[in-house]
């Protein structure tokens, strides 16, 4: 079955700090994507990053970084000096390939609430 | 170009009420989705739809119904509404190109029922 596991509920960082956040997902599939989701105090959505099983380099973008690594089935996440406006829930979603008629049902961890102090 | 949008943000009903949260999207998105959040649990899949007039069952569906008449609009019904069904109501919505692609999800319905 699939699954999703973002053990840390909560991390306070002080503005500055690189902080990571931890997705570890089980799947029986060899097709699958990844995703992070942000969802800042104002409760919508936004969408960060995709990543398919089949693509396993690291991404960088800005102060933004996911490390992915099929070996441990983790797909983690690195902000680098963190600002206060990182402040938000974080969700890492799993969706098993897409054949063709069916839809691609996400499977989300139970977030990580991140709290930067300034 | 609006994305997806929710009507309405918020609501409270009674136990035993009915009504239906509707959720709108103007990118001619075939694929579309509602979630429930609940603290603790992420978001869960209740209901999701492939196309007009296709409806399927998700993760959570007991006590709610959909309908997708109109392919820009996804319904999400409660017959008889209970506690449980307090809760945070996000749809979501996706292109058909193949391969998996991101959801985009609008505002959130925060719905109390006491």
């Known amino acids: 079955a699939q699954k999703v596991t973002q053990a840390q509920t909560e991390i306070s960082v002080v503005e500055k700090e690189d902080v990571t956040l931890d997705c570890v997902y089980e799947t029986r599939d060899t097709t699958y994507y990844l995703f992070w989701y942000k969802q800042p105090p104002s409760g919508e959505l936004v969408f960060l990053i995709r990543?398919?099983?089949?693509?396993?380099q690291n991404e960088i973008s800005g102060r933004y970084s996911w490390n992915f690594q099929k070996s441990t089935s983790s797909f983690n996440f690195t902000i680098t000096a963190s600002q206060v406006v990182d402040s938000a829930v974080y969700f890492c979603?799993?969706?098993?390939?897409?054949?063709?008629?069916?839809?691609?049902?996400?499977?989300f961890g139970t977030g990580t609430l991140l709290a930067v102090q300034p | 170009n609006a994305g997806v949008t929710q009507t309405p943000k918020f609501r409270v009903l009674k136990t035993g009420q009915s009504m239906t949260l509707l959720c709108a999207q103007d990118m001619n998105h075939e694929y579309m989705y509602w979630y429930r959040q609940d603290p603790g649990m992420g978001l869960r899949l209740i209901h999701y739809?492939?196309?007009?007039?296709?409806?399927a069952k998700g993760e959570v569906p007991d006590g709610y119904n959909v309908s997708r008449l109109k392919k820009q609009n996804f319904l999400l019904g409660l017959e008889s509404a209970a506690p449980s069904q307090t809760s945070v109501y996000f749809c979501a919505s996706e292109p058909s190109l193949a391969g998996v692609h991101e959801q985009y999800f609008g505002p959130g319905t925060r719905l109390t029922v006491t």
């Open positions: 739809s492939v196309g007009e007039g296709t409806t």
């Open positions: 990543r398919n099983s089949f693509d396993e």
């Open positions: 979603a799993l969706s098993e390939a897409w054949y063709g008629g069916a839809t691609n049902k996400l499977i």
